[in-house]
């Protein structure tokens, strides 16, 4: 492909560190800053005074503006690392602006509007072409990358040209980046070990131990390949870095914010107050309630999803739902 000019859309910790790995491989980089207090301070300080405010940024090399679609008009390509809650709310009035753009999803979910994957969201409701997608996934914890810690990440696209040009912009002395052809099934993967790592932080925060906790995870594994053969129809393996690693990195690793999460509510934080005390989306607590209606729609029962809707949005005793599933692992 062509040079093309990129843009980024988010200012959280992992927009943050996909600029800094951009910045490595391109002379100009469009960010969207939605907040603009924060945008000045960017400019100001050359660091992300929220997230990862101890990377430095290269002011020399960013673009940046507070207004969506001046950075969408100057771009080619656009890497969304939106909260997935939050994409449609985001990008609903740049419809127009995104018809023409090679678009390349850096998040993790599922849409709730749509109940679909980012990518099959954009496909089906803003009409791009599946040539003009992409996804970014894997084991990345956003912190290690900023800390360049060596970090494995996968481009899931059909179009071969688009995902070489992306991971080759991607790889730097501490990322390496390959490329996939099946990106439904990396992003349901990505979508459903945050829920999995919110059971694993309960069970921890109820004091289980790293037994159960290995055989939890094992579980979540089975569940995790199962539902992507029910909605995928797929016969992929998971035991790929995109797949497997992303999962075990979200369920034992510190950084998870699912996990995070899911600690306070088994050490008796409510709900809410969980997720008050977070600084930053917890979309596994969303990814929840998404995939538990969607197996309802599919009239598919997933044990471990079951439970986890049950805490979080049934309000039932964290304590007794992990008793009952222990139960069940076998």
Request: net charge positive; charged share 20%; with cysteine.
């Amino acid at each position: 492909m062509k040079k093309k000019s990129i843009g980024v859309l988010g200012s959280g910790s992992w927009a943050t560190a996909l600029v800094k790995i951009l910045s490595e491989n391109t002379s100009n980089i469009n960010w969207y800053v939605r907040n603009s207090d924060i945008l000045e301070q960017i400019r100001t300080d050359k660091k992300n005074p929220k997230y990862l405010s101890y990377v430095d940024l290269n002011l020399n090399k960013l673009q940046i503006s507070s207004e969506i679609d001046d950075i969408i008009r100057d771009s080619d390509i656009i890497i969304i690392a939106i909260p997935s809650p939050f994409i449609e709310s985001s990008l609903i009035s740049s419809k127009k602006l995104l018809s023409n753009k090679f678009l390349v999803s850096a998040s993790k979910g599922i849409i709730p509007e749509s109940f679909l994957t980012i990518s099959e969201h954009l496909n089906k409701e803003y009409n791009i072409p599946k040539k003009n997608l992409a996804i970014i996934s894997g084991p990345s914890h956003a912190e290690e990358v900023a800390q360049e810690k060596l970090t494995y990440l996968t481009v899931g696209t059909r179009n071969s040209k688009l995902g070489k040009y992306i991971s080759e912009l991607l790889k730097t002395k501490y990322i390496i980046s390959t490329v996939s052809s099946d990106m439904i099934a990396i992003e349901y993967s990505s979508s459903l070990k945050n829920i999995y790592s919110i059971m694993v932080g309960i069970a921890h925060g109820l004091g289980y131990g790293d037994n159960f906790l290995s055989v939890l995870i094992s579980h979540c594994s089975k569940e995790m390949s199962d539902f992507i053969k029910v909605v995928h129809k797929t016969g992929i393996k998971i035991n790929h870095s995109a797949y497997l690693g992303d999962l075990l990195v979200t369920t034992y690793s510190s950084f998870s914010r699912n996990r995070t999460f899911g600690n306070m509510i088994g050490k008796g934080y409510s709900i809410k107050s969980a997720k008050a005390e977070m600084n930053m989306i917890v979309e596994g607590y969303y990814a929840t309630k998404n995939a538990f209606m969607l197996s309802k729609k599919l009239s598919t029962k997933f044990l471990i999803i079951d439970f986890c809707y049950k805490i979080l949005f049934e309000n039932k005793s964290a304590s007794r739902q992990i008793k009952e599933l222990s139960k069940n692992l076998y």
